[in-house]
């Protein structure tokens, strides 16, 4: 991978006599970029399919079969669109020669700066700090459920196997105490193949799966309208369930905070469901043809591609088995046999959210060493450095990152919900950053007259994905609610 340091030595200044360098260097400077169309649709694709594939069966099974596909092809095109947008929006002002920005954050203050950079900020990090609650959650649940799918086979499935998930999020959060003491931990390169690997082994799996129990079922299951009101379900909850469903939906497919990393930079940052790992690759090369214009061809194959899989997997998932879906395809015992088969998926979805965790984590841990060191700049406790054997520790970061561990881990135990936190984190992060942003840096970047008919389109879109946003985060938030009344805290 090319290190910073060596990144810094590539940039030769062509006035300063390189004259001959020029050809291997674009117009910033850095190392000359080579992707393609086809190599940033493949980029995506990797980046969009991840542990959010687990829960569309469920999402399905809360709208049924008229709404279930509709709303998911209707999330890929908004997604779509709201993509093309932002990939206009990678440089400043002129689209061929203008300045880049390298992140989702550079183009936002490129083109909004102010309060608005700040919020974004704001967003990025409680979003960051959500989603390592949800990782321990997920991660716990397929340790476990490793545990029980062996006990299944052993005792019959007819056995209780329970066990708590506690003792696991507990095993979770050292392991992630001990790998958040390496800096830098999201440079390590290979990370990224192993998470690309993992996720498309897991949601290969249970797509296989599905299609298995459906054929062993001798047909379909399912209804138009999904889960009936009736036996255990009220009226209430069916409403709250299929808003929660539009978050799960969402989380699955957000990525477009991503896109701009995917333009920009010699190190591609790309993310499962904004899961940021980063990998050595080339990105786009420069004009001619724009990167914009390359970007919004690679999100149309991608998006494509991505809502067929997602079709198949939740449209399987649900067909498999109908109203009984569970909220993880891979943990909630819809399938008991090969038990062998679902080890491999679980033990795929632990080793990639151990290494999830921290790389998602690491712009976090980043942002708050970086305010500490320039708030306090002669702080012994910031600045102090212990010896442990062949390693240095900073005392500041040990103590903060553990804290931070120790937090999202005492939160996860306390609200052990995976279904209902990965809708309400799809729901949160679906509108300021996979539409608001984008659509406010268009108007910025490309001049849109204030009340045209194409900026009042714009706001219109934006005002209805807001709506669809507070709805689903008030869906999961009302099933939490629901699930407390009878769950006790810290039982597992």
């Known amino acids: 991978?090319?290190?910073?340091?060596?990144?810094?030595?590539?940039?030769?200044?062509?006035?300063?006599?390189?004259?001959?360098?020029?050809?291997?260097?674009?117009?910033?400077?850095?190392?000359?970029?080579?992707?393609?169309?086809?190599?940033?649709?493949?980029?995506?694709?990797?980046?969009?399919?991840?542990?959010?594939?687990?829960?569309?069966?469920?999402?399905?099974?809360?709208?049924?079969?008229?709404?279930?596909?509709?709303?998911?092809?209707?999330?890929?095109?908004?997604?779509?669109?709201?993509?093309?947008l932002l990939a206009e929006c990678y440089r400043s002002g002129d689209p061929v020669s203008g300045?880049?920005?390298?992140?989702?954050?550079?183009?936002?203050?490129?083109?909004?700066?102010g309060a608005k950079v700040r919020l974004c900020g704001a967003v990025q990090y409680a979003n960051l700090f959500g989603v390592a609650i949800g990782y321990t959650i997920a991660a716990s649940i397929s340790m476990l459920a490793i545990k029980r799918a062996d006990c299944f086979h052993v005792k019959g499935h007819r056995h209780a196997c329970r066990s708590s998930s506690n003792p696991y999020m507990i095993l979770f959060g050292v392991a992630e105490v001990v790998f958040s003491q390496i800096p830098d931990f999201d440079q390590i390169w290979w990370l990224s193949i192993v998470a690309a690997v993992m996720s498309f082994t897991y949601s290969t799996i249970g797509l296989a799966l599905g299609v298995m129990q459906t054929v062993a079922n001798?047909?379909?299951q399912g209804s138009l309208t999904g889960i009936s009101i009736g036996a255990g379900v009220t009226s209430s909850q069916k409403i709250w369930r299929s808003l929660q469903a539009f978050g799960n939906i969402a989380f699955a497919y957000s990525y477009s905070i991503?896109?701009?990393?995917?333009?920009?930079?010699?190190?591609?940052?790309?993310?499962?469901?904004?899961l940021c790992f980063c990998l050595a690759f080339d990105t786009i090369?420069?004009?001619?043809?724009?990167?914009?214009?390359?970007?919004?061809?690679a999100t149309m194959i991608s998006v494509a591609t991505t809502t067929v899989f997602y079709m198949l997997c939740g449209c399987?998932?649900?067909?498999?088995?109908?109203?009984?879906?569970?909220?993880?395809?891979?943990?909630?015992?819809?399938?008991?046999?090969?038990?062998?088969?679902?080890d491999i998926a679980n033990v795929a979805i632990v080793v990639h959210l151990v290494g999830a965790y921290?790389?998602?984590?690491?712009?976090?841990?980043?942002?708050?060493?970086?305010?500490?060191?320039?708030t306090w700049p002669d702080s012994g406790f910031i600045a102090r450095e212990v010896r442990a054997g062949p390693f240095k520790l900073s005392v500041f970061r040990l103590t903060w990152r553990t804290a931070f561990v120790c937090?999202?881990?005492?939160?996860a135990m306390l609200l052990p919900f995976f279904g209902d936190v990965v809708g309400l984190l799809g729901a949160v992060s679906f509108w300021p950053l996979t539409v608001y942003f984008p659509i406010e840096m268009y108007v910025v970047q490309r001049g849109v007259r204030r009340g045209s008919t194409r900026w009042v389109c714009l706001q219109m879109l934006s005002a209805a994905c807001l709506f669809v946003s507070v709805a689903a985060a008030a869906g999961s938030i009302a099933d939490v609610i629901d699930a407390l009344k009878v769950y006790r805290p810290f039982s597992g």
Not at 259 to 270: D, K
Not at 285 to 297: C, G, I, L, R, T
Not at 407 to 411: A, E, G, I, N, P
Request: charged share 15%; aromatic share 12%.
């Open 316 to 342: 399987m998932g649900y067909a498999a088995f109908g109203d009984a879906a569970p909220d993880n395809l891979l943990t909630g015992f819809g399938f008991y046999e090969p038990f062998w088969l679902l």
């Open 358 to 374: 921290q790389v998602f984590c690491q712009p976090l841990f980043a942002f708050v060493e970086k305010w500490a060191a320039s």
């Open 218 to 220: 001798g047909g379909f």
């Open 407 to 411: 937090l999202t881990t005492v939160t």
């Open 1 to 84: 991978m090319v290190s910073s340091k060596a990144a810094a030595a590539l940039e030769v200044s062509v006035e300063a006599g390189n004259g001959r360098d020029a050809a291997w260097l674009d117009d910033d400077g850095r190392p000359r970029r080579t992707g393609t169309v086809w190599t940033a649709s493949a980029h995506i694709i990797t980046a969009v399919i991840g542990s959010g594939v687990l829960s569309l069966a469920w999402a399905i099974a809360q709208l049924g079969w008229a709404a279930g596909p509709a709303v998911m092809l209707l999330f890929a095109f908004v997604i779509y669109y709201t993509s093309t």
């Open 285 to 297: 090369k420069a004009p001619p043809p724009s990167e914009a214009k390359v970007m919004q061809k």
């Open 99 to 113: 300045k880049r920005s390298y992140t989702y954050m550079d183009a936002v203050r490129a083109s909004l700066g």
């Open 258 to 274: 991503i896109l701009i990393e995917i333009q920009a930079s010699l190190t591609l940052c790309f993310c499962l469901h904004l």
